[in-house]
């Protein structure tokens, strides 16, 4: 168990948190995706750029996770 | 399996409920993916979104992006909710509010719109096996008789629920995915190579789309329906975890970081989400017809799915993912349950009926509260329409949006006044009835409550764009909140006493302070 130190102030601010709202506003950005050409693999662009954005979503909260992790000392 | 559940990391003591309604707050990563997942991918998911591609087209991809951006969204929110909840020992969303508040009021107006928001979305699951039954002939003559299925499947839901609590839909949710996995896997690399290919899936897609008159559908959206699609998608991520049960399965985790861990994570599912619903894609390549519906004339689109299933695979395999769908009902179900019973046990019971409630009576409260929850959703089923819950799911969204302000705000700043929270709900309450109203369903031939997509002519502009409900109706309610704070604030009306404190937000599992307050009460189970 972790021996109680008074701990400084916390927080969970961290300049990394502002690349969360890359995947909030990327897909809802409808006029990026809205359309049939190019095609991949017989995918209109519509669906296939919008299951490429999960591929976004999940890197940049990964990323932030372990930005933000790294950056907290309090933890053993 | 689920009475398994009851001895699977046996907790000292099941008369709490921190034990029985959160699992004992001791969840790690792995469960609760599986947890959460089982969560909010439901059947009625698997079952609808699919049907929605299959009748509109694009319209219905708005699942990908919605499931996309809910997970940064919330990534920072849910760790403080996790934090002050773990500090204080809320159970639920409206016992943060009292406590930060410190309104009865608002926290029975938050507890109440959560339990009426879960109750339809516990038949929709129903709805999901009902078109499984459908699709294999099960139908008898009386209405009792063609639920029989659903009504045994339920009764052993609720069985093990009541005696395991949390830990019961954690464990078969392991089950549920496992089997889903393999099914769509199967589905989206087996139904291609048969029809031909991607291509040829979007272009029979597309040539129906063409063919049909309605204006909406198309395989991508056309120029009305953009807002309505992004608007639809942030409204919809926004409100997903403010349902009671999403929160249910995140605050039953260890800690922050397993919380964080699994936002970044979760989104896996919504990869299978988007597959999923090409699988409407399918049924039109394939020229599926689904089955009539409950008036003559009209035609149940929730059958496609199960249809597509039947008629292209072999008996066999089509029942491992009619199980697959079954089991993907039971889950969120059950934890829907859970939700409901502790918000009643701990926002309405404790709070207006028993003051000095212990918590093994809480614990018993809940779990006779979670069968009636659930007794009613069956009710629900078997009486009603199903169209009438889908109606009542698609109000429940827009409504549980209305509790953002109050719970989603709060989490940072106390600036709202209590007063002004109650009636910025209010007022999202009801120009949120009014838009839903004016809706017809075109599908139904019904005036009112006929979907989401309210057409901006409506409020007088010129127009032909539409937009969702709940997004206006919050962004109302926010502005309703804000003025009356304001006002509240001149005329000097005590705001109340906030029972938390800003180091509360940040507190994570082994925080001494928690410790020692709990030692005399709930003998505290020490981490690694």
């Known amino acids: ?76 | 399996m689920g009475f398994v559940a009851a001895r699977w990391r046996a907790p000292q003591d099941m008369a709490h409920l921190d034990e029985w309604g959160l699992g004992g707050r001791s969840f790690g990563g792995w469960i609760t993916w599986f947890l959460v997942g089982g969560d909010l991918y439901t059947a009625y998911t698997f079952v609808a979104v699919p049907a929605l591609m299959f009748g509109a087209g694009a319209a219905g991809f708005f699942a990908v992006p919605y499931t996309v951006v809910i997970y940064p969204l919330f990534f920072l929110v849910l760790i403080r909710l996790w934090s002050v909840s773990h500090r204080h020992g809320f159970v639920t969303p409206a016992d943060f509010v009292r406590t930060r508040y410190d309104s009865p009021t608002l926290a029975l107006l938050i507890a109440v719109t959560g339990i009426v928001a879960t109750m339809p979305y516990i038949a929709l699951q129903l709805v999901g096996i009902e078109a499984v039954l459908k699709t294999m002939g099960v139908t008898g003559d009386s209405p009792l008789a063609r639920h029989a299925p659903i009504i045994i499947a339920f009764a052993i839901l609720a069985a093990y629920t009541y005696q395991s609590g949390l830990r019961a839909p954690a464990l078969i949710a392991f089950v549920k995915d496992t089997l889903i996995y393999v099914v769509i896997a199967v589905a989206v690399i087996y139904l291609p190579y048969k029809l031909g290919g991607w291509g040829a899936i979007f272009d029979a897609a597309d040539a129906k789309f063409t063919a049909s008159p309605a204006p909406g559908d198309g395989i991508i959206l056309n120029a009305n329906n953009q807002v309505q699609y992004f608007t639809l998608a942030l409204g919809s991520a926004l409100a997903l975890f403010l349902y009671p049960h999403s929160i249910t399965g995140v605050l039953a985790s260890r800690n922050r970081d397993v919380i964080k861990r699994n936002m970044s994570a979760l989104p896996a599912y919504s990869f299978l989400l988007g597959l999923i619903a090409l699988l409407g894609f399918m049924a039109i390549a394939a020229g599926v017809k689904p089955l009539p519906g409950a008036k003559p004339g009209s035609v149940d689109s929730n059958t496609v799915v199960p249809l597509l299933f039947d008629m292209k695979f072999p008996a066999w395999f089509a029942g491992i993912a009619f199980a697959a769908i079954g089991i993907g009902a039971l889950v969120p179900a059950a934890i829907m349950s859970i939700a409901a019973a502790n918000l009643f046990t701990r926002n309405i019971y404790k709070e207006y009926l028993k003051r000095d409630a212990t918590p093994a009576q809480e614990a018993s409260v809940a779990k006779v509260t979670s069968l009636v929850v659930k007794i009613g959703a069956v009710a629900f089923i078997v009486f009603l329409d199903p169209q009438f819950s889908i109606d009542l799911q698609l109000i429940g969204g827009v409504i549980i949006l209305q509790t953002a302000p109050s719970v989603i705000l709060g989490l940072y700043k106390r600036w709202l006044h209590r007063g002004a929270l109650i009636a910025g709900w209010a007022a999202g309450m009801v120009l949120a009835f009014w838009m839903l109203w004016q809706i017809p369903n075109a599908a139904t031939k019904r005036a009112h409550f006929g979907g989401s997509a309210f057409p901006l002519s409506e409020f007088g502009l010129d127009s032909s764009k539409t937009i969702y409900v709940g997004f206006v109706a919050v962004l109302a309610n926010l502005a309703v909140a804000v003025l009356v704070t304001w006002w509240l604030r001149v005329m000097k009306v005590a705001p109340g006493v906030d029972g938390t404190s800003p180091d509360d937000y940040f507190a994570d599992e082994g925080d001494p302070r928690i410790e020692k307050e709990r030692a005399g009460t709930v003998d505290t189970v020490s981490s690694t």
């Open chain 1, 1 to 76: 168990m972790a021996e109680p130190k008074s701990p400084p102030p916390r927080t969970d601010s961290s300049p990394w948190n502002w690349l969360l709202l890359v995947p909030i506003v990327v897909p809802l950005l409808t006029p990026l995706y809205n359309h049939v050409e190019p095609r991949l693999g017989g995918f209109p662009l519509f669906y296939w750029l919008q299951l490429a954005f999960i591929l976004l979503g999940v890197g940049t909260t990964t990323l932030v996770y372990q930005m933000t992790r790294r950056k907290r000392g309090d933890r053993p």
